[in-house]
Structures are given as structure tokens and as C-alpha cells.
């Protein structure tokens, strides 16, 4: 039995959607996330300068004695996830390869949709993991910036939010998709409002549980698994202060979050 703790990290708040199914799925697992919110977002930024941001965060977990690391981001994943892999002797998992290989077992038509950050869909990293499971499937992808500028500020719902999402889905409707894949972490928490403009039809897909039940299934190979009788903690560390992290975090997973530290990380 190991009752380190598992990292988790993602560019704010968003990856709290993968930390959420990472708790409910392996509940005696302690935690420490990690939010970039001064930096946030990092969909926009040029993918090496998101890498030395990825390996910074990674080192201060790591230091933490953390026993696994989780990339709850999709453009840190497509940026450093295979360096981090070859750097650090612990398991670290993205969340790309379990949204794509998702996605391939849900569609009919052979025809996903993707909206995710600009980096991410530059990256073609979504495209190319599905690729190699199924090279005959089309891959459509728009980057969709402006909802997580909605989602940082705390605004989840109304008009405005609907209009853009509908904007963002109106081309991957007319190519004929019948899978979505929410291709950034904090995509989830606004998913009801995606889903109310999918209309029927359209599957929609979160990293996020398939993440958790890989990191279950790693902790149960690599003999890492935490003791049912653990008194699990949750830690959250952030860079920014003035970000919503708390108030969006705590509506959205409740009593877990009891506190936020600042930390100011040299970047």
C-alpha cells in the first residue's frame, strides 16, 4: 500500500472535472492539484513555452513526494506528456490518448468533432491518437478560446455562453460528426450547456472519467493502490490572486475544497 498523494495539474480550475472523477473512482486516494491561474489560458501560448511551464509545475509536485502525476489538461498532454514520461520515474498520464480511444469505440459514421484550445488543435494531437486506432475515422477540430475565458470567470450559464457555443459546434455539425469530444478539461463544466446545443444524436465525450479509470487501473498494476482504511487530503496549491478558483471549485466539487494556497512559481 502507497498513501502518497496522486498530483494533478492543469492550466486553473478546469482540470478540478478530472480531479472530481479521479475521487470518485479511487476515493482513498489523496490528492494535490496544482492550478496555473496567473498564466491561464495556455491554449493561445506556443506550445515549448507551455512545456517549460508543464516541467516547472511537474518539479513542484514531484517534490511533494506525489506517487503519480496527472496532465488534467489537454494542451500541457499534447506539449509535454511524452518528455515528462522519458524525465520522471513515476507514472504520468494525459488526457488525449483516453478521450481519443473513447471516442473511436462511440462513433457510427467515423466522423468526431473535437473543440479544444488553440494549442491543442495545432498540436493535432486528438487527430493523430485516433489515427493510430483508426485510420478511416475524420477527425474535425475548432478551437474554441473564448469558453474558458467563460468558464475562469465563473460564468456557466445564459445567452452569451450558449451563443458562442453554438458558434464554436455550427461547423462540426454541418461536417456530419456524431461524436464531440470536450478537448480541454474545463469544457466539462459546462457541458450541460453543450449538450442542450448538441441536440439528440451527437455523443459527447469527457477525458475526464476515462482518465480516472486509468489511473485506477495504473495504481493497481504499478502496486501503488492507497489503503481503504487511508484518511484521504486534498491539497490545492494556485498562482494567481485574483482568480475565481475558489469560488468556481468549491460549487463545483463541494466540501473538498477547503482552502487554495498561493504559490508563486519562477517560470
Known amino acids: 500500500m502507497d498513501n ?3 498530483g494533478v495539474f492543469d492550466s ?34 506556443d506550445l515549448n513555452e507551455v512545456k517549460k511551464f508543464v516541467f516547472k509545475i511537474t518539479g513542484f509536485l514531484y517534490e511533494k513526494n506525489v506517487k503519480m502525476i496527472v496532465i488534467a489538461c489537454n494542451t500541457s498532454t499534447a506539449a509535454a506528456l511524452k518528455d515528462l514520461k522519458e524525465h520522471y520515474d513515476i507514472p504520468i498520464v494525459g488526457v488525449i490518448e483516453p478521450g481519443a480511444r473513447t471516442a473511436v469505440y462511440n462513433t457510427k459514421n467515423k466522423k468526431v468533432g473535437v473543440i479544444a484550445t488553440e494549442g491543442t488543435v495545432k498540436s493535432k494531437a486528438y487527430s493523430e491518437e485516433i489515427a493510430k486506432i483508426d485510420p478511416e475515422i475524420k477527425t474535425y477540430s475548432v478551437p474554441a478560446p473564448l469558453l474558458v475565458d467563460f468558464i475562469e470567470k465563473g460564468i456557466l450559464e445564459g445567452e452569451s455562453l450558449d451563443r458562442t457555443i453554438n458558434e464554436y459546434l455550427k461547423p462540426l455539425f454541418e461536417a456530419g460528426i456524431d461524436v464531440l469530444i470536450l478537448g480541454c478539461t474545463h469544457f466539462p463544466l459546462v457541458e450541460k450547456r453543450i449538450l442542450a446545443c448538441s441536440g439528440n444524436g451527437i455523443k459527447v465525450i469527457s477525458s475526464a472519467v476515462e482518465t480516472a479509470r486509468d489511473v485506477k487501473k495504473i495504481l493497481k498494476e504499478k502496486g501503488l493502490r492507497a489503503s481503504d482504511r487511508n484518511k484521504p487530503e486534498r491539497v490545492f496549491y494556485e498562482t494567481g ?27
Not at 13 to 23: F, S, Y
Not at 247 to 258: D, H, S, Y
Open 4 to 6: 502518497r498523494a496522486i
Open 12 to 45: 486553473g480550475i478546469g482540470g478540478l472535472t478530472v480531479l472530481r472523477e479521479i475521487i470518485k473512482t479511487v476515493p482513498y486516494e489523496s490528492t494535490i492539484y496544482f492550478g496555473d491561474t496567473r498564466r491561464v489560458p495556455y491554449g493561445p501560448r
Open 241 to 267: 490572486m485574483d482568480s475565481k478558483f475558489f469560488e468556481v471549485g468549491k460549487m463545483f466539487l463541494g466540501e473538498e475544497i477547503k482552502e487554495v494556497i498561493k504559490v508563486k512559481l519562477d517560470m
